[in-house]
């Protein structure tokens, strides 16, 4: 069963007519962790705000829990959940208080649903007494996330829920939604995080409002067309300027402190890599190192974005 369906949604802002979502088309089945992957203006709150109908959209339709975004819009506030990427909870407020208001608002209790939160709430009771505003990021995080679930939703909408927050904190958060989709609840995240897009059941990426790929995170990677080298010397900026100009490259570009170069695939990965180096060491780089890596869905997502298709 779909508990998420788009069809053509596009949302274009302003009097420039600027498209923010461009026809996106994608559906999500219940109980799947889906997540929307892209850098910031990609388009994945517009489309989160449409689904949560808090913004109407252009053009297009959408389904959520069987029911339309525009026509239907109480039904789905009734049954979603929603963290958007912005703190937005009361910062005057307790912990305790942030959250019997938001009980409240969906006329039920904490203590009702309290086995929804418990694993999060936890975490923060001991502070329960404290001012929402006065909270550490990765608190004010499980503080959100335990009011956009006290109310029971069936589908639960996290908008860049780990901006910001420290390492650990995103770890742990992972692992709880993890438990919240053994609840069978269907949860659609977006992340510009492309290490997280792994932990996902399946992925949309997206840039520029339209969707670019739609898979499961290893099916996508296991699309990847070229053979990919990870390239490191003393000096990263000449590295990239040699590697581009080397007669079989594809790309390039940095990646942490490798670049990563692309060149066609079907040829023997050793050899592929001693004859980059030896390309590069005649240019004139020092301590040139090169070897066969991996693609990871940062790569693919680089490949897409220079409009050469994975298939």
């Not at 069987?66 to 005057?92: A, C, E, T, W």
């Not at 589908?155 to 742990?172: A, I, N, Q």
Request: net charge negative.
């Amino acid at each position: 069963m779909q508990a998420i369906t788009l069809n053509g949604l596009t949302k274009v802002y302003g009097k420039e007519k600027t498209i923010a979502v461009n026809e996106v088309s994608f559906s999500v089945e219940q109980g799947e962790l889906f997540g929307l992957i892209g850098p910031d203006g990609a388009g994945k709150t517009s489309v989160f705000r449409m689904l949560t109908t808090v913004l109407l959209p252009d053009d297009g339709s959408a389904t959520v829990n069987g029911f339309d975004v525009v026509k239907d819009y109480k039904q789905i506030r009734n049954s979603v959940g929603y963290m958007p990427g912005k703190f937005s909870l009361y910062p005057d407020m307790s912990i305790e208080e942030n959250l019997n208001f938001f009980a409240t608002v969906f006329n039920t209790t904490v203590e009702e649903n309290y086995h929804l939160i418990r694993d999060i709430y936890v975490q923060i009771e001991p502070f329960k007494k404290r001012r929402a505003g006065k909270l550490s990021g990765g608190m004010k995080q499980k503080l959100a996330l335990c009011c956009a679930l006290i109310h029971k939703p069936s589908v639960l909408f996290l908008d860049e829920p780990t901006t910001g927050v420290d390492p650990v904190s995103r770890k742990e958060f992972w692992e709880m939604l993890k438990r919240l989709k053994a609840q069978n609840i269907t949860i659609i995240v977006s992340t510009p995080y492309m290490d997280e897009a792994a932990l996902c059941d399946r992925i949309a990426l997206m840039q520029d409002g339209k969707i670019l790929s739609i898979d499961t995170p290893a099916n996508i990677v296991g699309a990847y067309p070229d053979q990919l080298f990870a390239v490191k010397a003393d000096h990263m900026y000449a590295l990239l300027t040699s590697a581009a100009q080397y007669e079989n490259t594809i790309n390039s570009y940095a990646f942490g402190e490798y670049a990563h170069v692309a060149v066609p695939a079907g040829g023997d990965p050793e050899a592929g890599a001693a004859a980059l180096k030896s390309s590069l060491e005649n240019a004139g780089l020092k301590n040139v190192a090169v070897f066969p890596t991996t693609p990871t869905i940062e790569d693919c997502f680089i490949k897409l974005t220079l409009n050469r298709p994975l298939n």
